[in-house]
Nanobody, 122 residues
């Protein structure tokens, strides 16, 4: 059994910052081979990608967060982070972390966190 536990969400004023963390526990091995990502889902909208970081450390960001969000990882702690700066009301959403590893033999390993609420409001 694998668990991804997110933390760091909350209420913040526009222009503020938050740092999300997502730590894996349980039967998850070779963590360095996993790609990791943060996705978000606003009310009434589909889940969308916010940022990803590959097993090799390459990062990718949605245009809407580029220059404001930074994704990073600590393989020793089995944790992925999302530093969010200059937050805007439109960043309000439930944020989900994802750990993914393509396997030679299926099934691929695909784990999701339970989500953490981020609300940007004055």
């Amino acid at each position: 059994q694998v668990q991804l536990v997110e933390s760091g969400g909350g209420l913040v004023q526009p222009g503020g910052s938050l740092r999300l963390s997502c730590a894996a526990s349980g039967s998850i091995f070779s963590i360095s081979l996993y790609d990791m990502g943060w996705y978000r889902q606003a009310p009434g909208k589909q889940r969308e990608l916010a940022a990803t970081i590959t097993s090799g450390g390459s990062t990718m960001y949605a245009d809407s967060v580029k220059g404001r969000f930074t994704i990073s990882r600590d393989n020793a702690k089995k944790t992925v982070y999302l530093q969010m700066n200059s937050l805007k009301p439109e960043d309000t959403a439930v944020y989900y972390c994802n750990f993914y590893r393509r396997m030679t033999l299926p099934p691929d390993r695909d784990f999701w966190g339970q989500g953490t609420q981020v609300t940007v409001s004055s």
